[in-house]
């Protein structure tokens, strides 16, 4: 595929795309050794550079601070080999501009929605060859998690999070309506898209500074309105990435749905009165003038310090059932790196149950190996609102996300489009039908 969203191209990465080096690239091969043990005298010290965003401060219980908290348990292993992080910004650019002048970082932290200019400039390495020699740690990855890097019949990633989206809720504020809550139709097996809007606007009251919306949601990103589309029966193209699917009848209606909650139910703000919420939504939701909240896990910080009582339930189910969307993180070799197996142990560490119980008890992701998502009442140090029930469910219903390497410019396509939907300005079926050809166009660029 041609790279369309970072203009490079695999010549001009050089003398970047190298190749592992001998003794240097070996003397880290021992980070998978238990704590305490001794350095092998005879290897040579490595250091890893890892590109990331910053760091969280200690106690700040964000992703952030997780990525620090996996460095330094691996770092304090006492190894040849340590990690230190690295902040480029913005980062995918400054890491392939480093890629193309022949100094990359070993190992670069990525959304999936964001990898694809890595492998069209081929600045990462496939992680295949590596995965299939290890037999403790990979073969307990969810199969799920590890797709969301599935290109070209490689995979591209090792994961470090994986966070899927779920309803959160103001309970209080359902028992001052007298209302049931999401979790009590759920275990009546009523708890659908079409319930949620009925609480939804029984939830939407008062006015001006003391309103409060039954359901904020007022996110444009394709990929995150997948929470409706999915269950509607929709999707944004099909298997061969050639053709949008956009304009699918139960596409459409996912998609006028979104927009109605605003632009005909008003149980969303419109942009002009989140603009005067200092700090926007999520302000909305601390202070309890949200009902309802669709986020992913990793989001979920709002509510650990919350004052109002929370309460939480799986997605409401669509025509098409329960699916669920999410997304994990995680990291990627480079391929003109020098130290390809110390950057692989380390990829493997940081994807392994030790790294897993540290993102878990921060609270910023759900288990993504096999023996901890069976049991989330194990893994998990639950909080007396949360249900390892629902987080069970969820992780069943899971779907991965396939993003096409030109989904940020038909990102930049749909954003303006569905918000003359969520405005009131065009119904769906007008947005989309006018930008349909020039995403069909992006889709089969190869």
């Not at 319930?195 to 990929?223: F, Q, S």
């Not at 009902?291 to 992913?296: A, E, H, P, V």
Request: charged share 20%; glycine share 10%; proline share 6%.
């Amino acid at each position: 595929m041609k790279g369309t969203i970072v203009g490079m191209t695999r010549r001009s990465l050089g003398t970047a795309v190298g190749t592992t080096t001998g003794a240097a690239a070996l003397a880290a091969c021992d980070l998978g050794r238990g704590p305490g043990a001794a350095a092998t005298p005879s290897l040579a010290p490595v250091t890893l550079r890892y590109a990331g965003g910053a760091l969280g401060t200690p106690g700040s219980g964000t992703y952030g601070d997780g990525r620090r908290l996996i460095i330094e348990a691996l770092n304090a292993r006492g190894g040849p080999a340590k990690v230190e992080s690295e902040a480029p910004s913005p980062l995918n650019t400054a890491v392939l501009a480093q890629a193309a002048a022949g100094d990359p970082p070993d190992l670069v932290h990525a959304h999936p929605r964001e990898y694809h200019p890595f492998v069209n400039t081929g600045a990462i390495l496939g992680l295949d060859a590596y995965m299939k020699k290890d037999r403790r740690n990979v073969p307990e990855i969810l199969p799920t998690v590890l797709e969301y890097w599935s290109r070209d019949g490689q995979r591209w990633a090792m994961p470090n999070n994986w966070s899927l989206q779920g309803i959160y809720f103001n309970n209080s504020l359902f028992d001052k309506q007298g209302l049931k809550t999401p979790d009590q139709h759920e275990r009546e097996g009523k708890w659908t898209f079409d319930v949620y809007l009925d609480l939804a606007r029984k939830l939407t009251t008062g006015a001006g500074e003391t309103k409060t919306w039954g359901a904020p949601w007022t996110t444009t990103a394709l990929d995150i309105q997948l929470a409706f589309f999915w269950p509607f029966g929709g999707d944004l193209w099909d298997k061969a990435l050639q053709n949008t699917l956009l304009d699918t009848k139960e596409s459409l209606e996912a998609i006028q749905f979104q927009g109605d909650l605003t632009a005909k139910y008003g149980v969303a703000p419109t942009d002009a009165e989140v603009a005067q919420v200092q700090g926007g939504v999520n302000t909305l939701i601390s202070a309890g003038r949200s009902g309802m909240d669709i986020t992913t896990t990793d989001s979920l910080g709002r509510y650990v310090t919350a004052t109002f009582a929370v309460g939480m339930a799986p997605m409401p189910k669509g025509r098409a059932g329960r699916v669920i969307r999410g997304a994990p993180l995680g990291v990627h070799l480079l391929k003109g790196a020098k130290h390809h197996d110390a950057a692989w142990e380390f990829a493997n560490f940081q994807s392994g149950q030790e790294a897993a119980r540290i993102m878990l008890d921060l609270h910023v992701t759900l288990p993504w190996h096999k023996s901890q998502a069976a049991a989330p009442e194990k893994a998990m140090k639950l909080l007396p609102w949360e249900s390892a029930a629902f987080y069970a469910e969820t992780i069943r219903r899971a779907r991965p996300t396939v993003y096409p390497a030109q989904f940020r410019e038909i990102v930049n396509l749909y954003t303006p489009a569905y918000r003359a939907v969520r405005h009131g300005e065009k119904t769906a079926q007008q947005a989309i039908a006018e930008i349909k050809p020039q995403i069909n166009e992006l889709l089969r660029q190869r």
